[in-house]
């Protein structure tokens, strides 16, 4: 994999997946900002084909469910594309629409040990190498285990509204240009690649007990 243009872009290759992401400069693997999320958090993503739920355990990636809890709450996913749809496989958002968003939450944060599995519904970070997840997530479309040994640790799971996450535009598939989506951010996909759905707003809640989530 390498590092930046997809975070956890996939690379199809005669029925092999992995997901990888263009070149960029290594940075040293520090931890985000001191801010611990609740034991468990509901983050509903009102997108431009409905409402999607994910429920977040934090035992499951502490790390990661902390750094999602701090990007949802700083307005940072409001507004940004589905830029990258593989049906069957995933779907991908996490390349804000404002360049200065996505530079800002640049810093990785390390890895941690893989204790589900991603199969259809759990969300993800997308990774392009050791210690390299910022702000790109994905939605596992379909049974995606294989990607558990690559060390890809959900984080959550989709518990309402998978009817709508199917259903995301993938026309564009994997065109879109993940370098010039953090260069231009919106911009570029509003003129490119108009029919792209989007997060109109996410909001977070806390949970009042940890409980195992089913997909729906």
Do not use: C
């Not at 005669?14 to 070149?23: C, K, V």
């Not at 069957?88 to 810093?107: C, E, R, Y």
């Not at 640790?153 to 953090?182: C, H, K, W």
Request: glycine fraction near 8%.
């Amino acid at each position: 994999m390498s590092t930046h243009r997809f975070l956890p872009l996939l690379i199809v290759t005669l029925g092999t997946f992995a997901l990888a992401a263009p070149p960029r400069k290594a940075m040293p693997a520090r931890r985000a900002a001191p801010v611990r999320a609740p034991a468990a958090y509901r983050v509903t993503l009102d997108t431009s084909k409905g409402p999607v739920v994910i429920d977040v355990t934090r035992e499951w990636s502490p790390l990661g469910a902390d750094r999602f809890y701090q990007l949802v709450k700083s307005g940072y996913y409001d507004g940004a594309r589905f830029f990258r749809i593989v049906p069957g496989f995933v779907v991908q958002i996490g390349l804000a629409g404002d360049p200065k968003a996505t530079k800002k939450w640049s810093q990785p944060i390390v890895d941690e040990p893989v204790k589900q599995s991603n199969t259809r519904g759990y969300v993800s970070f997308a990774m392009s190498g050791k210690n390299s997840r910022t702000a790109q997530i994905f939605v596992n479309l379909g049974d995606n285990a294989r990607l558990d040994a690559m060390g890809f640790a959900p984080f959550g799971l989709v518990t309402a509204g998978m009817e709508n996450v199917d259903v995301l535009n993938s026309e564009y598939g994997e065109t879109p240009d993940q370098s010039r989506i953090e260069e231009e951010g919106n911009e570029y996909l509003q003129k490119e690649f108009p029919n792209l759905d989007f997060i109109q707003h996410a909001s977070v809640e806390k949970l009042d007990a940890v409980k195992t989530p089913e997909t729906k």
